[in-house]
């Protein structure tokens, strides 16, 4: 009979949710063990996700940047370039990412196990290793970090060659001439807007009426906008009745209403689904939402106490930050630590310009407050955007109705992504717009589009008093 070992917590999954599960539990002096199915530490984020997919965009952005300083040259991409020469870093930051990661668990006294995880019951895990060994697994704490891989619509041949997913998609070997994207959430509109700038012709189809439902209309119009002016198409509220493969050279792609679509390859980049079937979770007696996301409250607890669900498989928003922040915050409910205070985690997009926000947008603002304030700061006006030929860039606060409180930050462009964190504590600790004013900014930065749209929100507080006194 095989040896049962017995650990404080163990993690099901090395992920930025599980590694920070697994360093949170081990800072608190606890034994811990992570149970990766991969090779490598860090999941699909470091090896098909976030890592690669930002290295390629960084080479379409220094693309773009070219196009936009250079008047006297003809900035192209060669056509049918090898994709991984736009990509020679790749390994190197992976490689580099994942040691590093495996080195602070190595550090921190966690220990690190290859194979997969399945629960022979509610208490019990059994671990088949890379050599076929069994190990039984006990623990006060289970944390579940399996993340999630591409979901694959049936009725979609995707056979990884032409018609592909976002874990194949940077395996084509060259840069396509024409690319059809179907979806319009995030990582459709990453891929797309990256592919683009690399001067492929791009299309892009979906069901709404616009990409990205979930972020502010405007900002959203103005990535459009930018990614029509890159020679990209969308297609809006189209449904897909047919995708094949002509054996020829192109994929072919007939819509509802009949139009067809050519391009050399697809991305299906239709949502994501969990990692959970090769658990077990029968056994556990848990069991999933009518979405196939594991459910956990507030605190990410299963309905059995001693478990947590963390990361990509409770579904959206799917960012590793949010990831991180729920690995850290189960583990600390779990030991009794204090969680911290909650607060909102900002969305990054890494799309060509990028965008971010945090807390209200104004169509959330208008339904909780009816009317709101909104200021706006535009790149293109300010000294460092102009400097920068940073064209389509804008940062947008939302106040209360008074104007005297700020409610939000939206902010589309290069930077987005950094900038966002001066609005997150500035709402943290409940800033007035006045304080935005009254603080120095260096110059040039894009950082002074605080201000600028801070002033437009006191501009327009001063003329409603300026009426309200006439």
């Known amino acids: 009979m095989s040896t049962v070992t017995h650990y404080d917590i163990v993690v099901i999954g090395s992920g ?9 539990g081990a800072k608190a002096g606890k034994r811990v063990a992570v149970i990766e199915r991969e090779p490598g530490v860090g999941g699909g984020c470091v090896y098909r996700g ?13 693309v773009d940047r070219t196009k936009q300083s250079s008047t006297a040259l003809d ?11 736009l990509m020679r870093r790749v390994d190197e930051v992976i490689t580099a990412h994942g040691v590093y990661m495996e080195n602070q668990l190595k550090r921190n006294g966690i220990s690190l196990f290859h194979g997969r995880a399945r629960f022979c019951s509610a208490t019990l895990l059994e671990m088949l290793s890379v050599d076929g060994v069994k190990q039984q697994i006990t623990a006060d704490t289970i944390v579940i970090a399996t993340g999630s891989r591409p979901r694959a619509p049936a009725e979609i041949p995707i056979d990884h060659e032409h018609i592909l997913d976002s874990d194949s998609i940077l395996s084509m070997i060259y840069l396509p001439r024409s ?41 959203v119009r103005m990535f459009v906008h930018s990614f029509e002016q890159q020679g990209g198409r969308y297609c809006a509220g189209q449904a897909v009745r047919e995708v094949r493969w002509d054996g020829i050279s192109q994929v072919v792609t007939t819509l509802q209403d009949g139009h067809v679509i050519t391009s050399d390859k697809m991305l299906v980049a239709a949502g994501r689904q969990p990692n959970i079937e090769d658990l077990n979770l029968s056994a556990t007696g848990l069991s999933l939402t009518e979405k196939g996301t594991l459910a956990v409250n507030e605190h990410c607890q299963t309905a059995l106490p001693h478990i947590y669900g963390v990361g990509d498989l409770l579904g959206p928003p799917g960012l ?7 690995g850290r915050r189960a583990v600390c409910h779990a030991l009794g630590l204090p969680e911290g205070r909650s607060s909102d985690i900002p969305v990054g997009i890494y799309t060509i310009p990028e965008m971010s926000s945090i807390g209200l947008d104004e169509t959330a603002g208008r339904k909780r407050y009816r009317e709101v304030m909104i200021g706006r ?15 389509n860039g804008l940062l947008k ?31 943290q600790h409940a800033a007035t717009i006045d304080s935005f004013v009254e603080n120095i900014f260096n110059f040039p930065t894009l950082a002074e589009g605080y201000r600028i749209a801070a002033l437009d929100i006191v501009g327009q507080r001063q003329k409603r008093l300026a009426s309200t006194a006439a």
Do not use: C
């Open 320 to 326: 590793a930050s949010t990831a991180m922040e729920q």
């Open 397 to 427: 606060m939302v106040a209360d109705p008074t104007g005297e409180y700020l409610l939000g930050v939206q902010i589309i462009g290069e930077g987005a992504t950094e900038l966002i964190h001066v609005g997150q504590i500035a709402l």
């Open 179 to 219: 690319l059809t994207v179907l979806g319009g959430g995030v990582v459709a509109s990453e891929y797309a807007s990256t592919f683009a700038a690399l001067g492929v012709q791009v299309t892009m189809i979906d069901r709404a009426d616009r990409p990205l439902q979930f972020l502010d209309a405007e900002l």
């Open 16 to 24: 930025p949710a599980g590694q920070k599960a697994a360093i949170q």
């Open 50 to 62: 976030t890592i690669p997919s930002k290295t390629l965009r960084e080479s379409a952005l220094q």
């Open 75 to 85: 900035v192209r991409v060669p056509p049918n370039i090898l994709v991984a020469s």
């Open 377 to 391: 700061a535009r790149f293109n006006e300010i000294a460092r955007g102009q400097i920068s030929g940073i064209r």
